[in-house]
């Protein structure tokens, strides 16, 4: 077994990832995918946390949402992500993997409350924490999530997995000459104005030193070539 390329790291999957062929909501096939892909990458042996999205279910500043006051929205795209933080959670305990969920907003009945030095200990023990709630603030989103709590638990990187396979000069369905990064400096992709993620998550990343990996979720056994440091998808840093 390929020892893993770092020691601690942190995935963000979109709420979009527990779709599957439904509109809404979380499908069962999906889920099941999910959690075969989210195995093998625990088994390649690295402290693995995850944030999970909650745009399958809900999402604050969405056209869907606009009727409702946008705080009581974004709460209601907080309470989506712990919806499918527990869906995770109970996929994976099925197939004999440990895990925690940590909520930033209290749900103490269902999930810990997000204390890092316990979030910590648990990676440590090698126990996958699931971080739930979004920041507990509105007006965020979870990859501003996947962010700050890749630099509070000291992640060496963040693994965003898309359904694309990296960051392209252009759209690549728009024009077909665009070609694929493999790696990318943050300042270039700032200046090239590339979308990555949003900018409070950019920001938060390249302040921090905390390298971003975009790589493609729907290639099988992505995520654990990724947390091996093999060649996917591109890299920020
Ligand atoms: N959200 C929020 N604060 C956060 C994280 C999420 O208000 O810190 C809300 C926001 O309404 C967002 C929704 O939760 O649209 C779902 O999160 P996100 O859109 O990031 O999910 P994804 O697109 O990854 O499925």
Same mark, same amino acid.
């Given at each position: ?8 790291? +942190? ?59 946008? !705080?009581?929205? *974004? ?50 023990? &090698?126990? +996958? ?33 898309? &359904?694309? *396979?990296?960051?392209?000069? =252009? ?7 665009? &070609? ?17 993620? =949003? ?7 390249? =302040?921090?030193?905390?390298? !971003? ?13 990724? +947390?091996?440091?093999? &060649? !996917? ?5």
């Amino acid at each position: 077994m390929t020892e893993p390329k770092y020691r601690r790291v +942190v995935l963000k999957l979109s709420g979009e990832a527990l779709l599957g062929k439904q509109t809404h909501g979380i499908s069962t096939d999906a889920l099941r995918r999910i959690t075969t892909e989210i195995e093998k990458a625990y088994h390649v042996g690295a402290q693995l946390a995850i944030v999970i999205g909650g745009g399958n279910i809900w999402r604050g500043g969405s056209d869907e949402a606009a009727s409702i006051n946008r !705080v009581t929205a *974004d709460n209601m795209g907080m309470l989506a992500t712990i919806i499918n933080s527990l869906a995770l959670q109970d996929a994976l305990e099925k197939r004999g993997i440990p895990t925690r969920v940590q909520s930033a907003i209290e749900v103490t009945k269902l999930a810990e409350p997000y204390i890092p030095r316990r979030a910590a200990r648990h990676l440590e023990k &090698k126990r +996958v924490v699931i971080f739930a709630g979004g920041i507990g603030s509105p007006y965020f989103t979870t990859d501003t999530t996947a962010a700050l709590r890749s630099i509070e638990i000291g992640a060496q990187v963040l693994l965003k997995a898309t &359904k694309v *396979d990296g960051v392209y000069t =252009d759209d690549p369905k728009k024009n077909s000459k665009a &070609k694929k990064y493999s790696t990318l400096d943050f300042n270039e992709a700032i200046s090239k104005r590339l979308k990555i993620m =949003d900018t409070s998550a950019f920001t938060l990343c390249m =302040d921090n030193k905390i390298a !971003v990996l975009v790589f493609d979720l729907n290639v099988p056994g992505n995520i654990a070539r990724a +947390v091996r440091g093999e &060649k !996917v998808g591109t890299l920020i840093k």
